[in-house]
């Protein structure tokens, strides 16, 4: 299959191309590598899958030295033009689209960017999948859309009409354009409720991310409400086995939206736990409020996931950390 991943440069984006690709498939990444984080990590991991620095500049396709079916193209979401020739040229059957202005106290000060990047950028995808003939559009939403909900476990039939966060706004936005896509041109497309995905290769604005480069500095780390959040901590393989296994599922209904999350709500206390077990130190920790846009716990019901792929999450938090310390520690401490 020819395959778009929009966002190949970011977290999941990059696991996810370098998944099809293993498989066999053609893959075509885009990305505009922002500086929201740290870009080099971006380029490092497109240069994990054969891209050099020849990345940074901008809509020339660049081939990759390691995967013969891989090829990369920095443009912007947001620029019509260029998305519109993107589709006029090649011709994709799956497209996968993970890019997204990410982050959701980062919106409280940015909004421009969320709606540039997320919503009109998401429009340029969904015309170039109508007017391309794509067979099915998957496409990242967020757990962040249940807001603080009641309804606990999230079940994807609970209403969202509630988002405390322009990020968490935009992703609902991104599920309504795609719903009315799907009812008047008959696009295919799937909505993938992601609940906080970590592991090798992750963000840097994440909280086990920046806690494990303060606890091992010796530094302190800040840690919201006590504490007392919970959250669904999702390993990034689960996450790409998802999305294999969503993208793949042809047949069904034209519109569906799923959860993907570990099914098992840890408290960050706990989690902080763990954490420090696997990196043999303790935290120093500066408790500090809640934070606006912040909810108190997350939590998949991902029944109808199981029902559909015959399939779950069920990567548990230790082996999760314990592999991104490996890796964190080869890439940032240079040791083998």
Same mark, same amino acid.
């Given at each position: 299959m020819r395959i778009l991943v929009t966002g190949a440069a970011g977290f999941i984006g990059f696991h996810t191309a370098k998944r099809f690709l293993e498989e066999g498939h053609s893959v075509v990444g885009i990305d505009s +590598?922002?500086?929201?984080? #740290?870009?080099?990590?971006?380029?490092? =991991?497109?240069?994990?899958?054969?891209? $050099? =620095?020849?990345?940074?500049?901008? *809509?020339?396709?660049v081939q990759s030295g390691r995967y013969p079916e891989f090829s990369f193209i920095r443009m912007k979401l947001e620029d019509r033009a260029a998305m519109e020739s993107l589709f006029k040229k090649d011709c994709f059957g799956w497209v996968i689209h993970l890019a997204a202005q990410a982050g959701v106290r980062y919106s409280l000060d940015h909004p421009h960017e969320y709606i540039d990047s997320n919503i009109v950028g998401f429009?340029?995808?969904?015309? *170039?999948?109508?007017?391309?003939?794509?067979?099915?559009?998957?496409?990242?939403?967020? %757990?962040?859309? &249940? $807001?603080?909900?009641?309804?606990?476990?999230?079940?994807? %039939?609970?209403?969202? #009409? &509630?988002?405390?966060?322009?990020?968490?706004?935009?992703?609902? %936005?991104?599920?309504? /354009?795609?719903?009315? @896509?799907?009812?008047? @041109?008959?696009?295919?497309?799937? $909505?993938?409720?992601?609940?906080?995905?970590?592991?090798?290769?992750? =963000?840097? #604005? /994440?909280? &086990?991310?920046?806690?494990?480069?303060? +606890?091992?500095?010796?530094?302190?780390? %800040?840690? &919201?409400?006590?504490?007392?959040?919970?959250?669904?901590?999702? @390993?990034?393989?689960?996450?790409?086995?998802?999305?294999?296994?969503?993208?793949?599922?042809?047949? *069904?209904?034209? @519109?569906? +939206?799923?959860? +993907?999350?570990?099914?098992?709500?840890?408290?960050?206390?706990h989690y902080i736990q763990v954490l420090e077990k696997v990196l043999g130190k303790k935290a120093m920790i500066n408790y500090e409020p809640m934070q606006p846009g912040d909810v108190y716990r997350t939590g998949a019901d991902i029944s109808t996931l199981e029902h559909s792929v015959d399939w779950k999450p069920s990567t548990d938090i230790s082996v999760g950390l314990t592999s991104f310390f490996e890796w964190y520690v080869k890439y940032f401490l240079k040791e083998e």
């Open positions: +590598i922002n500086s929201y984080y #740290d870009p080099e990590l971006k380029f490092a =991991r497109l240069n994990e899958l054969g891209i $050099g =620095r020849q990345a940074e500049t901008w *809509g020339t396709p429009l340029n995808i969904l015309e *170039g999948c109508r007017h391309g003939k794509v067979e099915h559009l998957v496409y990242a939403s967020s %757990s962040s859309v &249940y $807001g603080n909900s009641n309804e606990f476990p999230f079940k994807e %039939s609970a209403n969202v #009409d &509630y988002p405390i966060s322009l990020y968490a706004a935009t992703k609902k %936005s991104n599920e309504l /354009m795609a719903y009315t @896509y799907s009812h008047l @041109y008959g696009l295919k497309a799937t $909505g993938l409720r992601f609940f906080t995905v970590y592991g090798p290769w992750g =963000r840097p #604005d /994440m909280a &086990y991310f920046k806690f494990t480069k303060a +606890i091992l500095e010796g530094k302190p780390i %800040s840690v &919201y409400n006590q504490g007392d959040l919970y959250r669904d901590f999702t @390993y990034i393989d689960d996450i790409v086995e998802g999305i294999s296994r969503i993208v793949q599922k042809t047949h *069904g209904e034209t @519109y569906k +939206i799923f959860n +993907i999350g570990n099914n098992n709500p840890i408290q960050l206390n």
